[in-house]
T-cell receptor, first 113, second 112 residues
């Protein structure tokens, strides 16, 4: 079975620019997650989708971050404008449902200059 | 607010030795996960523990759960270099299924 696909793998931008990440979950997985992992820390959940609806976005900084999963399959996460503290790895994960183990993609490493 | 604490955060051990990583969480939870992360790679699911007293083993790793103490342990037996990685525990609840809260990880280095 193909895993969770993410792109790009690396991105370098200047502060105040915008950036977008893409995620394609494992086929058939209804639940999709975006995490932020700052160096030396565990992943922090930003947003959880069930099909094309948002289950939880309580930790998403909505003034600059947005995410969508319009057709209930792939998803995009956008940051606009980026700040220095957004430098992190952004991980996408998917699962059959919220109570099932999550499968993670390789992540996008974002560096803000 | 659910908090998850792991200790130690860094662990250096000799091949062939045994050691235990601890994961404490602050409120009642329904699922506890252990993940492995190699440098520059993503997280790989190792174990899911669902009930008090649950024990799971895979190779040299054994995970257990004590829900009364809100404690999980990951025991490493006769460590080998290939086990060098960062290990994370994470917990979630049935009312927030999937909203996992992660610890900050234990970075394990196994030396020959």
């Amino acid at each position: 079975e193909a895993g969770v696909a993410q792109s790009p793998r690396y991105k370098i931008i200047e502060k105040r620019q915008s950036v977008a990440f893409w995620c394609n979950p494992i086929s058939g997985h209804a639940t999709l997650y975006w995490y932020q992992q700052i160096l030396g820390q565990g992943p922090k959940l930003l947003i959880q989708f069930q099909n094309n609806g948002v289950v939880d976005d309580s930790q998403l900084p909505k003034d600059r971050f947005s995410a969508e999963r319009l057709k209930g399959v792939d998803s995009t996460l956008k940051i606009q404008p980026a700040k220095l503290e957004d430098s992190a790895v952004y991980l996408c994960a998917s699962s059959l449902s919220g109570a099932q183990p999550q499968h993670f993609g390789d992540g996008t490493r974002l560096s803000i200059l | 607010e659910l908090k998850v604490e792991q200790n130690p955060l860094f662990l250096s051990m000799q091949e062939g030795k045994n050691y235990t990583i601890y994961c404490n969480y602050s409120t009642t939870s329904d699922r506890l996960y252990w993940y492995r992360q190699d440098p520059g790679k993503s997280l790989e699911s190792l174990f899911v523990l669902l009930s008090n007293g649950a024990v799971k083993q895979e190779g040299r790793l054994m995970a257990s759960l004590d829900t009364k103490a809100r404690l999980s342990t990951l025991h490493i037996t006769a460590a080998v270099h290939d086990l060098s990685a960062t290990y994370f525990c994470a917990v979630d609840t049935n009312t927030n299924a999937g909203k996992s809260t992660f610890g900050d990880g234990t970075t394990l280095t196994v030396k020959p």
